[in-house]
């Protein structure tokens, strides 16, 4: 069994900072890919930031603004989020891609998900 457990979210007024953490525990051989989601109300969840062995992906929205970046030793992947605007306001979840020993099979796992709330 693996867990996410997500950290970091809050109330930021425009133009601040706020970190996100998405931790794994469990029996995890390897993570393969890493990803940020966000959802706001009444819209499609969508993918905000991604990252797997060298290649990084971030929706143009965030572009400039935001940073995705992992601690193998830890199976932790963080969010940097500078400049933020109103529109950033969602929940916010990560994903890992994760193999596991005991079958060597890759699974998706989902943090529960952390509350960002941009506004003055």
């Known amino acids: 069994q693996v867990q996410l457990v997500e950290s970091g979210g809050g109330l930021v007024q425009p133009g601040g900072s706020l970190r996100l953490s998405c931790a794994a525990s469990?029996?995890?051989?390897?993570?393969?890919?890493m990803g940020w989601y966000r959802q706001a109300p009444g819209k499609q969840r969508e993918l905000v930031a991604g990252l797997t062995d060298g290649t990084t992906y971030y929706v143009d929205s965030v572009k400039g603004r935001f940073t995705i970046s992992r601690d193998n030793a830890k199976n932790t992947v963080y969010l940097q989020m500078n400049s933020l605007k109103p529109e950033d306001t969602a929940v916010y979840y990560c994903?890992?891609?994760?193999?596991?020993?005991?079958?060597?099979?890759?699974?998706?796992?989902w943090g529960q998900g952390t509350q960002v709330t941009v506004s003055s």
């Open positions: 994903k890992m891609t994760v193999v596991v020993p005991t079958t060597w099979s890759t699974y998706e796992y």
């Open positions: 469990g029996s995890i051989f390897s993570v393969n890919a």
